[in-house]
Structures are given as C-alpha cells and as structure tokens.
C-alpha cells in the first residue's frame, strides 16, 4: 500500500466511518423512544432475528468484542429486555433471549430502522442498491474466508 495514501480513501476507514454514521443515525431514533445503545440494540436485534444466543455467539454474530457485549446484555438483562437461562447443552454458559417486552421493543424499532435504511438508500438507484448489496456480500465473504494464519 502506497504510504502516501489518503485515510479518506482507505476503504476500511471508509467502511468503518460510514457504518457507524449511519448506526449512530438510526441509534438517535431509538435511543429517543428506548433510551438503547447502538451495542443493546445490536443485541437485541440479533435475538430478534436469530433467537436465543449464548453471549459467545452474540459476539460471533455481531462482530462486537466481548466486553461491549457483555455490558449490552447486563444492562439488557437489567432493563428486563433480555433474559438469561441454563444453556442445556453446555452447563458453563447461558442463553439470551428477548423478553416478551424486548420482542415488543424490537417489534417497534425494526420499522424505524427499515424505514431510516430505505431513506439512506434512497440516493442509490434500485439497480444500485443491489449491487451495493451484492458488493457488501463479496467483500464480507473475502474477509471472513481469509485466513489470520496465512
């Protein structure tokens, strides 16, 4: 990589920075109504998609390191949006699972976050939009694929 480069040309800056300015958009909507953090929400979200996960998971499945997770679901737990039970398969760990009020939660945020996505999107042409998607697709499998030994 040329030195020289600009950081603002440096496609995982790039990818990082827009991620989270959008997250951070979409965050002010929910935290408003659900006082949530972008770390509970990916949580929560995550549960409302996947169903019950061990925190280990939840790490895997958000790409979020263990102590942000760990702090999202305590306080999810706290807030009673999240709870904990024996994971019957594995003694040693505990699944999380929304509550009936974090289902309701998500239930309500997932439009809004649907509805913030289209209206990011919408300076994309359909035709685009696929192919951003599809890009995204490529370049998360190439990453994932790659292996931290080589």
């Known amino acids: 990589m040329n030195s020289s480069l600009s950081l603002s040309r440096f496609l995982p800056y790039r990818l990082s920075i827009t991620s989270n ?5 979409i965050a002010v ?18 549960l409302g998609d996947v169903g019950p996960l061990t925190q280990r998971q939840l790490v895997g499945a958000t790409f979020m390191d263990k102590v942000a997770v760990n702090r999202a679901c305590k306080v999810l737990v706290e807030n009673n ?16 699972e929304l509550t009936p009020e974090g289902r309701a939660i998500h239930a309500q945020v997932m439009p809004l976050a649907l509805k913030m996505e289209q209206e990011i999107m919408n300076c994309l ?26």
């Not at 909507?29 to 006082?35: G, K, L, S, V």
């Not at 951003?132 to 499998?141: I, M, N, V």
């Open 29 to 46: 909507e929910y935290r408003a109504q659900f006082d949530l953090k972008v770390p509970e929400w990916r949580v929560m979200a995550v």
């Open 125 to 150: 042409t359909a035709k685009e939009q696929r192919e951003f998607s599809r890009t995204l697709d490529k370049l998360f499998a190439q990453v994932r694929d790659i292996d931290p030994e080589d």
């Open 81 to 96: 949006h999240v709870r904990r039970h024996p994971n019957t398969l594995d003694g040693r760990s505990h699944l999380l």
């Open 21 to 25: 300015a959008i997250s951070q958009r």
